[in-house]
T-cell receptor
């Protein structure tokens, strides 16, 4: 079975500081991994995804994530936080096989950006 | 192109009633998935439809059901509503293959009183 653990339900950074959101996964098959962002009263928007190509994945809005198999991690980073980055972020893993449309999500990390 | 459209956006029901939520996927997408989002349980997968067939189902009671029409629009129904069914219900569409990006709608927020 697949699972995702996001370390830290709340992360607070200053504008211009490094953003680091942690995600560890467990998967019985080679995983496909995703980061989504959710703004208040909105659905989820894909930031980036790892599908077994390059281990360093670049996404939208300056975010990137590195797949580390040895650490079973897929942490999300952004060099310089912007006020508009304040949102909730979800890491997710594809269940593999015939689990079409099913992603297993972490519990989410709320990012607060201080001026 | 137009995104995923969910209706209604907000609704209030009482215990014991039933509710039907609608989802129109992105044009050309044949897969529609449904998720329940609550503060306590997070995002949980309900089911997925592809070309009018349910291909995958999560661990929800039989009160939760869905269907998909020939134009790929989907509906989900919850019967005999319970207070715990209060949640944001999200619909997502995709091309239907693994690792295909899920495009989410803004959700239908259901409050059960």
């Amino acid at each position: 079975a697949q699972s995702v653990t996001q370390l830290g339900s709340h992360v607070s950074v200053s504008e211009g500081a490094l953003v680091l959101l942690r995600c560890n996964y467990s998967s019985s098959v080679p995983p496909y991994l995703f980061w989504y962002v959710q703004y208040p009263n909105q659905g989820l928007q894909l930031l980036l995804k790892y599908t077994s190509a390059a281990t360093l994945v670049k996404g939208i809005n300056g975010f990137e994530a590195e797949f580390k198999k040895s650490e079973t991690s897929f942490h999300l980073t952004k060099p310089s936080a912007h006020m508009s980055d304040a949102a909730e972020y979800f890491c997710a893993v594809d269940a593999g096989g015939t689990s079409y449309g099913k992603l297993t999500f972490g519990q989410g990390t709320i990012l607060t950006v201080h001026p | 192109k137009a995104g995923v459209t969910q209706t209604p956006r907000y609704l209030i029901k009482t215990r014991g009633q039933q509710v039907t939520l609608s989802c129109s996927p992105i044009s050309g997408h044949r897969s529609v998935s449904w998720y329940q989002q609550t503060p306590g349980q997070g995002l949980q997968f309900l089911f997925e439809y592809f070309s009018e067939t349910q291909r995958n189902k999560g661990n929800f009671p039989g009160r939760f059901s869905g269907r998909q029409f020939s134009n790929s629009r989907s509906e989900m129904n919850v019967s005999t509503l319970e207070l715990g069914d209060s949640a944001l219900y999200l619909c997502a569409s995709s091309g239907g293959t693994r690792a295909g990006e899920l495009f989410f709608g803004e959700g239908s927020r259901l409050t059960v009183l």
